[in-house]
Structures are given as structure tokens and as C-alpha cells.
């Protein structure tokens, strides 16, 4: 995909066909939109990283 590995692990990677419709690209971008809010809602890690933490250079062992 053309990124580093902790990128690729998080990303979604999306394929499109001849017969895929515009609104099937909306639905799954409202669906998708709507699954990464809660996720982030979930995450504690997601307020540190909006903060600039580098997840790459956390002592993820180190953790309780």
C-alpha cells in the first residue's frame, strides 16, 4: 500500500467494481465514517495521538 507498517495495520483498504454504484460508495462511506467516530470514542489512545504521540515509540511491554 505504499506506508509503514503501523499505518497498514490500521488501515481498510476499499475495491471497486464496474457495477459498484454511487450509492453503495455513500452508504459505505457513511457506514465507515460512523464506525471510526465510535472507535475513536473507544480508544485511549486516540486523545494521546491527537496530543502528537508516536505510537511507533511506545514500550508497549512497559504497559499495564
Known amino acids: ?3 509503514d ?3 497498514a495495520r490500521g488501515a481498510v483498504r476499499f475495491s471497486l467494481g464496474r457495477f ?3 450509492a453503495e460508495i455513500e452508504h459505505t462511506a457513511r ?7 465510535r472507535l475513536r470514542e473507544l480508544s485511549p ?3 494521546l495521538r ?3 504521540l508516536d ?4 514500550n508497549w511491554a512497559a504497559l499495564p
Open 5 to 7: 507498517e503501523v499505518r
Open 31 to 37: 457506514r465507515v465514517s460512523a464506525a471510526v467516530r
Open 50 to 52: 491527537q496530543r502528537g
Open 55 to 58: 505510537q511507533r515509540v511506545v
Open 1 to 3: 500500500m505504499g506506508c
Open 20 to 22: 459498484t454504484t454511487v
Open 45 to 47: 489512545l486516540w486523545e
